[in-house]
């Protein structure tokens, strides 16, 4: 079953929210949503439940986009065919990043923003992420590639910005030169 989340549009203003830190111990309400998005992304990575329920692929989910200003987002990474990597972030600070930019070659998306969007995001190429867990234990991760990018992409969430935001509008492939596509 797919579990039942109302994703925000862009259009909803309560996504410019800067989220709120969160102190534990986690509410079961908030173990269930986080267990409900891991759910709901895999699901929508599943190509039998994509064209099912009408799903567009998600890779994160901030709780911000559900209408809760918490700092917590999730991530799923397929590793193999069905096989998934789930990371859950609580009050996630990055505490370090390569110099090397790169950039989401045919677009980043969201599912809060669905239309279809021209530019580049610049991202770091590797960060290192320090974050909770649902029993509030500190984690760090060390993040490449698409991964590092969810999860910029999603920090920016809990602090009100869209990756649309970071595309400048007068010239939408500016600085693609000096990053590296991904
Ligand atoms: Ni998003």
Do not use: W
């Not at 800067?18 to 534990?24: D, T």
């Not at 759910?39 to 998600?58: A, H, T, V, W």
């Not at 989910?61 to 917590?72: E, M």
């Not at 990055?94 to 021209?118: A, H, K």
Request: overall charge negative; hydrophobic content about 35%; aromatic content about 8%.
């Amino acid at each position: 079953m797919l579990p039942k989340l109302r994703i925000l549009d862009e259009q909803n203003k309560m996504l410019r929210t800067v989220s709120k830190e969160v102190v534990f111990p986690l509410s079961e309400k908030d173990k269930k949503m986080v267990e409900d998005a891991l759910k709901y992304l895999e699901m929508s990575q599943i190509e039998e439940y994509s064209e099912k329920y009408n799903l567009r692929p998600g890779m994160g989910l901030a709780f911000i986009q559900l209408g809760v200003p918490k700092r917590i987002f999730v991530v799923v990474n397929e590793i193999e065919d069905g096989i998934f990597e789930r990371y859950v972030a609580i009050n996630p600070k990055i505490i370090s990043y390569s110099e090397e930019r790169i950039y989401v070659e045919e677009g980043e998306g969201c599912l809060s923003v669905n239309r279809p969007v021209d530019g580049i995001v610049p991202r770091y190429a590797r960060i290192k992420v320090e974050a909770q867990d649902l029993n509030g234990e500190v984690h760090t991760y060390r993040l490449r590639e698409d991964l590092s990018v969810a999860f910029q992409h999603e920090l920016d969430h809990l602090n009100g910005v869209l990756f649309v935001d970071k595309i400048d509008k007068n010239n939408p492939y500016r600085g693609r030169d000096t990053m590296r596509p991904i």
